[in-house]
């Protein structure tokens, strides 16, 4: 079955650090552009990153450059988001996404930052 | 950046019903334009990209025109499963942007 599983959320303090990982199956996850997407609650969608099949570019929307890195392990079918100095703003429930146009989603997984 | 500005923000329609929803982009995207569907608690599903280009087991009812800056999702016949929020995403340029979002209800 062709899916997205991300895994890695939970409550964090603001200053914190977390890890999202997302395990890609039933596709050849090392041709395809990656990226992240985020929702807070009650919110719309906003983009947050994405990479290269290769893993040799990466993009990042403002408000988390320099705090947030998006990679990949392709021998692994994995996309990660290791997510530093968390802010209350950055709570949401992030979602992993195929393509540039976005055409397979996971489920999502629920990131709290709050004291 | 790129803003993307839908409308209506919400509608309410009876089954059968012709929708129309209206995505306009603050500088020409050519076709890179893509359309979701997004029901409560769940994850966004993709309809259409390249703007007019339905994506594998979307129901026929569901389609996209549209290039430039101006672009439209229309549901032939509104069907009560349709209930849900829509959004348009441009990923011609770098950062990628949704549009705000519009919901349907089915009256």
């Known amino acids: 079955e062709v899916q997205l599983v991300e895994s890695g959320g939970g409550l964090v303090q603001p200053g914190e650090s977390l890890r999202l990982s997302c395990a890609a199956s039933?596709?050849?996850?090392?041709?395809?552009?990656m990226n992240w997407v985020r929702q807070a609650p009650g919110k719309g969608l906003e983009w947050v990153a994405k990479?290269?099949?290769?893993?040799?570019?990466?993009w990042y929307m403002d408000s988390v450059k320099g705090r947030f890195t998006i990679s990949r392990d392709n021998a692994k079918n994995s996309l990660y988001l290791q997510m530093n100095i968390l802010r209350a703003e950055d709570t949401a429930v992030y979602y992993c996404a195929r393509r540039g146009y976005l055409d397979l989603w996971g489920r999502g997984i629920l990131v709290t930052v709050s004291s | 950046d790129i803003q993307m500005t839908q409308s209506p923000s919400s509608l309410s329609a009876s089954v059968g019903d012709r929708v129309t929803i209206t995505c306009r982009a603050s500088?020409?995207?050519?076709?890179?334009l893509a359309w979701f569907q997004q029901k409560p608690g769940k994850a966004p599903k993709s309809l259409i990209f390249?703007?007019?280009s339905l994506q594998s087991g979307v129901p026929s009812r569901f389609s996209g025109s549209g290039s430039g800056t101006d672009f439209t999702l229309t549901i032939s016949s509104l069907q009560p499963d349709d209930s849900a929020t829509y959004y348009c995403?441009?990923?011609?340029?770098?950062?990628?942007?949704f549009g705000g979002g519009s919901k349907v209800e089915i009256k």
């Open positions: 039933g596709f050849t996850f090392s041709n395809y552009w």
């Open positions: 390249a703007a007019s």
């Open positions: 995403q441009q990923y011609y340029t770098d950062p990628n942007t």
């Open positions: 500088q020409g995207i050519s076709t890179s």
């Open positions: 990479i290269r099949p290769d893993g040799s570019e990466t």
